[in-house]
């Protein structure tokens, strides 16, 4: 069992920054992989970026330049740092965990993102 719990979130104007954080308990193997995925209204459920323990990343071509993604590994925690945030940012930002990318996947509750003038 994991629980993955969410803060950071808000609304900014197009340009602005956020920092998404997600501080994950439970069993250790289970956050090996932490990461972060969205959904826009109407829209399916999409990868941001992930980081592995050690330091591994991939990163969402969408937001490839504008999001960092970090992890403190002895506080069971992961980052999301946005920047230049655009309008078509705006969705709800879920954190996510796993062992490996052939498991299960633990969700957090999600935590809205908005971004508008």
């Known amino acids: 069992q994991v629980q993955l719990v969410e803060s950071g979130g808000g609304s900014v104007q197009p340009g602005g920054s956020l920092r998404l954080s997600c501080v994950g308990s439970?069993?250790?193997?289970?956050?090996?992989?932490m990461g972060w995925y969205r959904q826009a209204p109407g829209a399916e459920r999409e990868l941001v970026a992930w980081?592995?323990?050690?330091?591994?990343?991939n990163v969402a071509d969408s937001v490839k330049g504008r999001f960092t993604i970090s992890r403190d590994d002895a506080k069971e925690t992961v980052y999301l740092q946005m920047n230049s945030l655009k309008p078509e940012d705006t969705a709800v930002y879920y954190c996510?965990?796993?062992?490996?990318?052939?498991?299960?996947?633990?969700w957090g509750q999600g935590t809205q993102v908005t971004i508008s003038s």
């Open positions: 439970g069993r250790h193997e289970l956050l090996n992989v």
């Open positions: 996510m965990s796993r062992t490996h990318f052939h498991s299960g996947i633990s």
């Open positions: 980081i592995i323990r050690g330091g591994m990343i």
